[in-house]
């Protein structure tokens, strides 16, 4: 138990349809992120919330589409997605302080299947 | 842009036996994070260091700040040791680069 939580942990949907992921942090943190990790490559940032606003998106489609309603709730809504979107898709939390950010707490992952 | 490569890819071991898995990043860093990934997803993070080294039961972690470098070191490896160890970058506040990841086997 991280204190990250993450629903649903596994995703079958087809290129048609919506739906979407959530995380959940317990920790106090004022930092989330979503990550997409395919295989044989790195952890690949997608957004970063710092205090509710959104501080990165880092080149992602308009098929993916996050929310952060407050600090412990992060979503990332997904609609009319392609095969090669499918991949574990990792939440973290953290504390940044200043410019400084403290230790990474991740969710167990969604792992996303796009047929 | 920063680059996070590490060293080995893949890695097999006996049990009981000394580990060192190598971290090298390409720009100054404040602090560098090793993480492990368990078969199943799940991240835990092991280590944030900016100097020196740091101990946690059996896994050492060693910083070089002026070579930038980073080691992890396990010690008495153990079948659950098995994993993916990931070393990453906090870049500039928490825009993390990420190695690709060692993937370790401990062979009972």
């Known amino acids: 138990e991280t204190g990250v939580t993450q629903t649903p942990r596994h995703l079958v949907m087809g290129m048609t349809n919506k739906k979407s992921l959530k995380c959940e942090q317990h920790?106090?943190?004022?930092?989330m992120y979503w990550y997409k990790q395919s295989a044989k490559k790195p952890l690949e940032l997608m957004f970063v919330y710092n205090f509710k606003e959104q501080t990165e998106n880092n080149s992602v489609p308009s098929r993916f589409s996050p929310e952060c309603p407050n600090s412990s709730h992060l979503f990332l809504h997904l609609h009319t997605l392609q095969p090669e979107d499918s991949a574990l898709y990792l939440c973290?939390?953290?504390?940044?302080?200043?410019?400084?950010?403290?230790?990474?707490?991740f969710g167990e992952g969604s792992r996303l299947t796009v047929l | 842009k920063n680059e996070v490569e590490q060293s080995p890819q893949n890695l097999t071991a006996q049990e009981g036996e000394f580990i060192t898995i190598n971290c090298s990043y390409s720009v100054g860093i404040s602090a560098l994070h090793w993480l492990q990934q368990h078969p199943g997803g799940g991240i835990v993070s092991l280590f944030m260091l900016s100097s020196g080294k740091k101990k946690h039961g059996r896994l050492i972690a060693t910083i070089n700040i002026q070579e930038k470098h980073s080691s992890l070191h396990i010690t008495a490896s153990h079948p659950r040791d098995s994993a993916v160890y990931i070393c990453?970058?906090?870049?500039?506040?928490?825009?993390?680069?990420f190695g690709t990841g060692t993937s370790l086997t401990v062979i009972p």
């Open positions: 973290a939390s953290s504390q940044l302080t200043g410019t400084q950010t403290g230790e990474l707490f």
């Open positions: 990453a970058d906090p870049n500039t506040g928490n825009q993390f680069y």
């Open positions: 920790l106090g943190h004022n930092a």
